[in-house]
């Protein structure tokens, strides 16, 4: 069993899913690793080539050299630029959907946990769309049903950190903040969660990320699926799960 960082019982996974009724997902990273093996720096590329073409520099100087397609899309472009970049960006998400590596032990543990009675959705920045063909190839549709909300293609500038997907899952959901539980793989997911008032927890591939998520304050952190499953599964067994 791999371990899990967090410092009272309260903190456990097990507690934490406990007292929620509903959980919320980041996509990449928790339920699967979209771009491992069409890298996101390929679509960063493409956007690069679009403002090249036609002479587009970017707001930030940074920009140029990004390799994170969601940090270029989030500029304050123009509205036709940026209506392009998303253009660019949705289809480079669905075209490496195929490709996407499930995130080992995830369809176990949303499946647990739906059985516990639990709400399940998905509070992404990625393509709504991306989401929904991923599910769909791994018959998860069922699961997470029309609860998925992903990046808003008319306003990117609301993505994590901005609470804004979040906020659309609660209201949609007509849950409050103290019933959720966010599960996220990056800082940004934190911060999000924390302007949310929604309790978080990191889910970290390895070790070595443990402390990259607790940079914005420290949270408790599960090391892989396998102690988020045992949690689930016990939940699920409860007689009153």
Not at 82 to 92: D, S, V
Not at 141 to 169: H, N
Not at 176 to 196: N, T
Request: hydrophobic content about 40%; glycine content about 6%; proline content about 9%.
């Amino acid at each position: 069993m791999t371990p899990t960082y967090f410092e009272s019982p309260e903190s456990s996974p097990f507690a934490l899913l406990d007292a929620a009724e509903c959980l919320l997902l980041d996509f990449d990273g928790p339920v699967c690793e979209l771009f491992a093996r069409h890298p996101a720096s390929l679509i960063a590329e493409e956007m690069r080539r679009y403002l090249d073409r036609h002479g587009i520099r970017p707001p930030n100087p940074a920009t140029a050299r990004s390799k994170d397609p969601h940090a270029m899309l989030g500029e304050p472009w123009p509205p036709g630029v940026a209506a392009e970049l998303e253009r660019i960006l949705a289809h480079g998400e669905e075209s490496a959907v195929p490709s996407a590596r499930e995130t080992e032990g995830a369809d176990e543990f949303v499946r647990a946990v739906a059985l516990s009675g639990r709400l399940l959705a998905i509070t992404t920045n990625n393509s709504p769309q991306a989401v929904e063909t991923y599910l769909k190839s791994h018959s998860l549709e069922s699961v997470f049903g029309s609860r998925i909300y992903g990046r808003d293609q008319y306003d990117p500038a609301r993505m994590k950190p901005d609470p804004d997907c979040l906020l659309r899952a609660m209201t949609a959901l007509k849950v409050r903040p103290e019933q959720c539980l966010m599960i996220g793989d990056s800082p940004r997911d934190a911060e999000a969660a924390r302007a949310a008032r929604v309790r978080f927890l990191g889910y970290a591939r390895s070790r070595s990320r443990v402390a990259r998520l607790q940079e914005i304050e420290p949270h408790p952190v599960v090391v892989g699926m396998g102690d988020l499953v045992v949690a689930a599964s016990a939940l699920s067994r409860r007689p009153n799960g």
